[in-house]
């Protein structure tokens, strides 16, 4: 396993053991950067506006389209160490 891939995995260990959650918006934007750098661009249809959630995680991963996988896991690591900083 690549260096930026050991990171990766490591920042999803720790993202879920902060003491404060995210707010929402940053949460789709970790989920967003979470799946660009382990799956690449979005795929599949829009869900439906009655189906809020699942539309707004959809988009926010839509809008990162073209990003390579490792600068979104890049971003997402450098996300959670500045959610980590401002955890404690």
Same mark, same amino acid.
């Given at each position: 396993?690549?260096?930026?891939?050991?990171? %990766?995995?490591?920042?999803?260990? /720790?993202?879920?053991?902060?003491?404060?959650?995210?707010?929402?918006?940053?949460?789709?934007?970790?989920?967003?950067?979470?799946?660009?750098?382990?799956?690449?661009?979005?795929?599949? /249809?829009?869900?439906?506006? #009655?189906? %809020?959630?699942?539309?707004?995680?959809?988009?926010?991963?839509?809008?990162?389209?073209?990003?390579?996988?490792?600068?979104?896991?890049?971003?997402? #690591?450098?996300?959670?160490? /500045?959610?980590?900083?401002?955890? /404690?």
């Amino acid at each position: 396993m690549s260096d930026l891939a050991t990171r %990766f995995k490591t920042a999803q260990d /720790e993202v879920v053991n902060l003491n404060d959650a995210p707010d929402v918006q940053t949460k789709l934007k970790l989920y967003a950067l979470y799946k660009q750098g382990s799956e690449g661009d979005v795929s599949g /249809e829009r869900p439906s506006a #009655i189906q %809020f959630v699942a539309q707004a995680k959809y988009d926010a991963w839509a809008k990162l389209a073209g990003m390579s996988n490792q600068d979104a896991m890049q971003g997402y #690591i450098a996300l959670v160490e /500045e959610l980590k900083a401002n955890d /404690e």
